[in-house]
């Protein structure tokens, strides 16, 4: 019975290991790509092995006084009883005092450390949280439009590498209320997380968090909101594209610029469609989304004015990618069908109408 029980154990504390093994995890904060993530990595090292040294003296001596003192065979009486050991008890508690002392110094350090100001050259962006996507706000001086407003995009934030970036996190909602602009619907709690370059920083209604990271080279990093946040929680994903000096030069002159009108019929019709209200009062694409250079200026749903710029990959919550036609239709078509609680409505949409919306949105360039 004992060895069958030692099997199952062991069988389970093998499926534990297997399911925390991932070949190509790419959220992973002891992969750091940042200072930021590797400061974070360098203080949860020593503090996880000093948890780990923690626990096993623990747990093994009460394994060790459990096995050792256990009753046993042909002895009934009660073991010899000790009432307390003076030097013991200030041991213990004194030895957990320095260790949490130890560990808390470098801890309120690094806390203080990643709070300081950002340095004077650094990025700023402001982080919206809504349901359920991400929407990014340049507000430096120099990341002003052709039109005089904020540079702004959705599901991917863009940055150079080897440049400090301070974040400023609010959670919004979108679609504003009794017509006041400073009150919107769906402000609930977020939480922003891309574990390679930073750690988990909430975002709450009414107040302004903030992360202070740089990257240390191009690519990829992905993230994802890390508080529950309602019924697609799990679907609020983001990426951020690190570019070479070069390269985010020339993203920032493009992201300037307005959407073009295109000379392509189908995308022609597909910018009336976008432009104006549907037939049969079905509602307005303008009513929820902004494109710059054009009247359409909304701020409910993500800007397109580069929806198809090659550093925008991902749509929906970054869950996917822009270059998949099929499910850019299959979103238009019906959101709430391939995001259930999508607060983009069913604008019941023709076959005709989604083609010639998506020729103008790849466009958007």
């Not at 042909?74 to 073991?79: A, F, I, L, Q, V």
Request: aromatic share 10%; with cysteine.
């Amino acid at each position: 019975m004992r060895n069958k029980a030692l099997s199952v154990l062991g069988l389970l504390a093998l499926m534990l290991v297997l399911a925390a093994c991932a070949p190509n995890a790419t959220q992973s904060s002891l992969d750091p790509a940042g200072p930021t993530a590797q400061a974070e990595k360098d203080l949860f090292v020593p503090v996880f092995w000093t948890a780990v040294a923690v626990f096993v003296i623990v747990e093994g001596g009460i394994v060790l006084i459990a096995v050792k003192y256990r009753r046993k065979k042909g002895r009934d009486r009660m073991p010899p009883q000790m009432h307390g050991n003076t030097r013991l008890e200030i041991g213990w508690t004194i030895l957990p005092a320095v260790v949490l002392a130890v560990v808390m110094v470098p801890t309120v350090g690094l806390i203080w450390d990643l709070a300081r100001a950002p340095a004077p050259d650094a990025l700023h962006v402001t982080v919206k949280g809504y349901q359920w996507w991400w929407g990014y706000q340049y507000t430096d001086q120099d990341m002003v439009t052709s039109a005089d407003k904020p540079l702004e995009v959705a599901d991917v934030l863009v940055i150079p590498e080897d440049r400090e970036v301070y974040l400023s996190l609010e959670s919004d909602g979108g679609l504003i209320v009794n017509d006041d602009p400073y009150k919107t619907d769906y402000q609930v709690i977020h939480s922003f997380w891309a574990p390679r370059l930073f750690g988990k920083q909430d975002v709450v209604p009414g107040r302004t968090n903030h992360i202070l990271f740089s990257a240390d080279e191009p690519g990829v990093y992905t993230g994802q909101c890390a508080e529950f946040c309602g019924l697609e929680h799990a679907r609020m994903k983001f990426r951020i594209e690190v570019l070479s000096a070069a390269d985010w030069a020339a993203w920032v002159a493009n992201e300037k610029l307005g959407g073009a009108d295109s000379a392509d019929a189908l995308a022609a019709k597909g910018q009336e469609l976008f432009m104006n209200p549907l037939s049969d009062g079905r509602g307005s694409c303008t009513a929820c989304h902004a494109i710059g250079g054009t009247d359409a200026g909304a701020i409910a749903g993500p800007n397109l004015t580069h929806f198809a710029a090659d550093t925008h990959s991902c749509f929906a919550g970054c869950n996917w990618e822009t270059s998949d036609i099929e499910a850019l239709k299959a979103w238009l078509r019906d959101p709430e069908a391939v995001k259930l609680g999508a607060k983009m409505p069913n604008y019941q949409l023709t076959d005709d109408e989604i083609d010639a919306l998506v020729a103008y949105l790849y466009t958007l360039k």
